[in-house]
């Protein structure tokens, strides 16, 4: 009743394309926006900042990088997280050679050595497919854990790869305080999610939609294959990249390789299966429910065994977590493959006829 | 020269324990194109369950021959491993059925995790070992053409041969028997497999319990030689090169693959890797995989991929 | 459709065709040459030594029983397949193998007998997906979606709209390709040629599957095509009633070798071609 479009008559292409038609959306979303950035930092204590916000700000842009990759253009990646080492690193070896570069040139010339890096192991997707494919990404994941390990230059000869950022300003404010990073955070997001958008519904969108549905047809309709996959490589290394260097600049604050293992590459898959492929808005629900579940175990089992009168000790409950972890990927895979995403805008749809069923 | 043929052959027959991992692999896909990520795991929990019970036979039941107990143990473990091929099949894939390879893939990745958390709770989190009586000490072969002989790891070739044995037996249950063959029917064309008559859903379970059998035996030398503990499931890792590189719906190419790999693998670090810091084993061999899928992008001897319009 | 859209729109038409009744158009000088070709994959021979042209502005039909290797020779024409031996030539080029990009440059668009569809994107990003080769604005400017981008973007837009009435599918724009019916779902993959303002047009068996309502709207966008535009057009189908209405010339093959070439009336009383269809016997 109340989520109808009557009345709603677009009267120009541009208003058609617009990112949300209907104006009940635009409104919801900019009121979204709104409280995400005027309200949440001044209501949201420091613990939420720390284990939900910034985490779930950051693993969207994250997420929303390798649905670029995965979702939009169809080439299966298993080496995510490797690509947010190189941002996180490149950001890294310019603040610490470059004293005095601005923070966000830093961030933004890690993104591109990401995408110099996407590019160069993007390559074999040219020929090479599907699983095939899946498991050559894991290369570019195994490098780069033994290339900030081994070779010291990147890491200013630190011994165990490990390196740290302190004192992070912008424009003389400085950048210490939880909502204070959040913000930041959230802005690189909004921006970097505002692009995204564009591009998936522009030109270069269709072509990497059409290279994922039918890559032989795409060739016969003029879509050159190298040229649509290799961007969508360096798009998502990109974002992928940018992502890292706010990962650890800003939620790790010191990290070593390690922080950017297999498990991660592994989590964000997760994160955009679950969350829907080739949706953005999917990717940040995936963040959010990968994020958040584990957190929301840590706190349910032991009340729950406190329910049954059993002492739970938290190795237990780790192995606990990992027998639900795996039983819910399992059963939401088998309940709604396409992910929140569709669960999302079949709820929608249900909501347009509302209060009739159909 | 005898220095490099040592590498080489340790490679050789690290090789051949990376192609039974590997097996587990190839047969799961071949039968129901699924990317069984928890292949891995499936090793672990084998072997966990394997050392675990020839602690705890002699226990419950008195009996003394270690034989007798280990022998108890691999029987319990198979059975434990046929019981988890049916319950995946039964909860798992019977409702993935026309799902995209990635969300396969990512519904073995959820097996996975489950398996991890089930056997470290079940069976326990430490080290364990098994012990069945592999001959450990170093022997030297070919004394005679180089000075003092080339050492030989005499685990690592008790162990190879049991991997050419499982090869052998496979090789004979794929081609002979009507079970085998029904295998491969489904492996070709999962509807019209159905539309004679065979049954998916057992011939699954069938396929994951080989699978199972294969990790089983790949968990009991691997866990032998390196004694039962999380890295097992890394191994898994290691291994996927391998099949890659092999194609992923051949059987002899993953032991031709675990052979190239294991080798190169090995020499590769001994020779190349001081030059650049060490360590270089991991990518190295993926990187290898990823050049010979440029030139034949479905490994050495998996189906060509047709697409047609 | 309306005449200020064709004007617009019509790229490399003959404005005299414009002017022509269905049958009195200005068919022109040879554009598409085939030359002995020959295709064999493995044992299989799929084409034999086949050689016959197509004139600018015609309706150009192969014609033959059920593997006798029409699909494979547009797949020839368009680079999908490279012929074991012979020559396309295009406009005066000569090719030996072509890849199909080039082919879709120089201004030739096909449909796929068996629908080479974009599942996942609608009916509208389908139809766009064929204005690609036009689209020059570069990524950072899709990204930012203001000024020349935008307007781009809304100038494709129109483009793809016209084509839309044309083929009367407004209703479904939105709509995810994969779930339309399968008549629209062809009227969709003619859109998307359509889309590349082309030359020459393929058509892969246009109206399998359809029944005879279909089979006329598709004949006559088919027709006002050819007509509006001067797009030549070079058909496979199977419905002689349809080929004998609407063609200029006719090709007939059968076991990948050519056995008629001419006139629909001259190939209809060949004998060699009655045999094909009807079996030695009789």
């Not at chain 1, 396409?338 to 909501?351: E, V």
């Not at chain 2, 396969?104 to 012990?131: H, N, P, R, S, W």
Request: aromatic content about 10%.
């Amino acid at each position: 009743m109340f989520y109808r479009e009557n009345g709603q008559f677009k009267t120009s292409y541009r208003a058609d394309q617009q990112i949300f038609a209907i104006a009940q959306d635009r409104v919801a979303v900019l009121a979204l926006i709104a409280f995400a950035f005027a309200v949440v930092p001044f209501v949201a204590s420091e613990y939420l900042f720390a284990a939900i916000l910034i985490p779930f700000v950051i693993m969207s842009l994250a997420a929303l990088g390798l649905n670029i990759l995965v979702g939009y253009c169809g080439q299966i990646s298993l080496g995510g997280a490797a690509f947010m080492a190189v941002g996180a690193y490149g950001a890294y070896n310019f603040v610490m050679r470059m004293p005095g570069i601005p923070l966000v040139l830093a961030m933004l010339l890690g993104g591109v050595c990401a995408a110099a890096f996407g590019v160069v192991f993007g390559l074999p997707s040219l020929r090479i497919k599907g699983l095939y494919l899946a498991v050559a990404t894991l290369a570019a994941q195994f490098f780069a854990d033994w290339l900030f390990l081994r070779i010291k230059w990147f890491t200013l000869d630190s011994a165990s790869g490990a390196v740290a950022v302190s004192g992070l300003s912008i424009l003389g404010i400085p950048l210490e305080s939880s909502p204070a990073k959040y913000l930041f955070c959230l802005t690189v997001l909004a921006v970097l999610g505002l692009a995204s958008k564009n591009l998936v519904r522009g030109a270069i969108g269709r072509e990497w939609m059409a290279i994922r549905d039918m890559d032989v047809a795409a060739a016969v309709i003029g879509i050159r294959p190298m040229y649509a996959k290799l961007t969508a490589f360096a798009v998502s290394s990109f974002i992928l990249g940018v992502a890292g260097v706010l990962w650890g600049f800003f939620y790790l604050g010191s990290w070593e390789p390690a922080a950017f293992s297999l498990d991660i590459s592994l989590k964000l898959l997760f994160m955009i299966i679950i969350g829907g492929l080739g949706s953005i808005m999917g990717s940040m629900f995936g963040a959010a429910f990968i994020i958040i579940l584990p957190i929301v175990l840590t706190r349910v089992l032991p009340w729950f065994a406190s329910l049954l009168h059993v002492q739970i000790t938290t190795t237990a409950a780790t192995h606990a977590e990992f027998i639900i972890f795996g039983m819910l990927i399992v059963w939401f895979l088998i309940v709604e493959p396409h992910g929140l995403a569709r669960l999302w805008s079949t709820g929608k749809q249900k909501m347009r006829l509302w209060p009739f069923p159909h | 020269m005898g220095f490099f043929l040592e590498t080489l052959i340790s490679g050789l027959m690290t090789g051949m324990l990376y192609a039974l991992v590997a097996l587990g692999f190839v047969l799961i896909f071949k039968a129901s194109s699924v990317f069984n990520f928890a292949q891995g795991v499936m090793v672990l929990f084998a072997a966990l369950a394997m050392a675990r019970l020839a602690e705890w036979i002699p226990q419950w039941t008195g009996i003394e021959s270690k034989v007798l107990a280990n022998v108890l143990a691999f029987i319990g473990a198979a059975l434990l491993m046929f019981l988890v091929a049916w319950l995946v099949e039964r909860l798992a894939l019977r409702h993935l059925v026309n799902q995209s390879e990635t969300t396969l893939l990512m519904a073995t990745l959820g097996i996975a995790y489950f398996l991890e958390g089930v056997g470290q709770t079940v069976f326990g989190g430490d080290i364990y070992k098994i012990d069945i009586g592999m001959p450990k000490d170093p022997i030297f072969v070919l004394k005679g053409l180089f000075d003092g002989g080339l050492l030989v790891d005499p685990e690592d070739l008790v162990a190879a041969c049991i991997a050419a044995a499982l090869v052998a037996l496979l090789a004979l249950f794929f081609q002979k028997t009507t079970t085998g063959r029904a295998l491969r029917a489904v492996a070709d064309d999962h509807q019209a497999a159905q539309s004679v008559g065979i049954p998916l859903s057992r011939i699954w379970v069938i396929v994951w319990c080989v699978a199972g059998v294969a990790a089983l035996v790949a968990g009991m030398v691997w866990g032998s030689k390196l004694g039962v503990q999380f890295s097992l499931s890394t191994l898994a890792l290691r291994a996927l090169p391998v099949v890659i590189l092999g194609g992923l719906t051949s059987v002899p190419g993953a032991i031709v693959g675990g052979l190239i790999i294991g080798a190169s693998e090995k020499l590769s670090e001994v020779f190349l890797g001081p030059f650049v810091g060490g360590g270089i084993e991991i990518w190295f061999a993926y990187v290898l995989a990823l050049v010979f899928l440029l030139f034949r992008p479905q490994g050495l001897f998996g189906e060509k991929i047709i697409d047609r319009v | 459709m309306n005449q200020v859209a064709s004007q617009t729109i019509a790229v490399g038409a003959d404005p005299a065709g414009a002017e022509g009744q269905n049958w009195s158009r200005k068919i022109g000088e040879v554009i598409l040459e085939a030359r002995n070709i020959s295709l064999r994959f493995g044992g299989v021979r799929a084409l034999t030594d086949i050689s016959f042209d197509v004139r600018e502005h015609e309706i150009r039909s192969i014609i033959g029983p059920n593997g006798a290797g029409k699909s494979s020779m547009l797949n020839c024409i368009n680079g999908v397949y490279t012929p074991t031996e012979g020559s396309i030539t295009f406009r005066g080029k000569t090719f030996s193998h072509m890849n199909s990009r080039q082919v879709a440059e120089m201004g030739v668009a096909r449909t796929f007998q068996n629908l080479a569809l974009f599942k996942g994107m609608s009916v509208l990003d389908n139809i766009m997906s064929g204005r690609n080769l036009k689209i020059k604005s570069n990524l950072f400017l899709q990204a930012l979606r203001i000024g020349p981008a935008e307007r781009e973007e809304i100038r494709h837009r129109e483009f793809v709209e016209h084509i839309i009435d044309f083929l009367e599918i407004q209703a479904h724009r939105k709509t995810p390709v994969g779930q339309l019916p399968y008549g629209l779902q062809k009227r969709v993959d003619l859109g998307r040629a359509l889309a590349m303002e082309p030359q020459v047009l393929l058509l892969d068996e246009p109206m399998a599957g359809m029944n005879v309502e279909e089979k006329q709207d598709m004949s006559r966008f088919i027709l006002d095509v050819n007509d509006e535009f001067g797009t030549t057009i070079v058909l496979i189908e199977h419905d002689m009633g349809v080929v004998m209405d609407i063609s200029d010339r006719v090709v007939v093959l059968d076991y990948g070798k050519k056995i008629g070439d001419g006139a629909p009336d001259e190939v209809r009383a060949n004998e060699d071609v009655i045999r094909a269809y009807l079996g030695a016997g009789h």
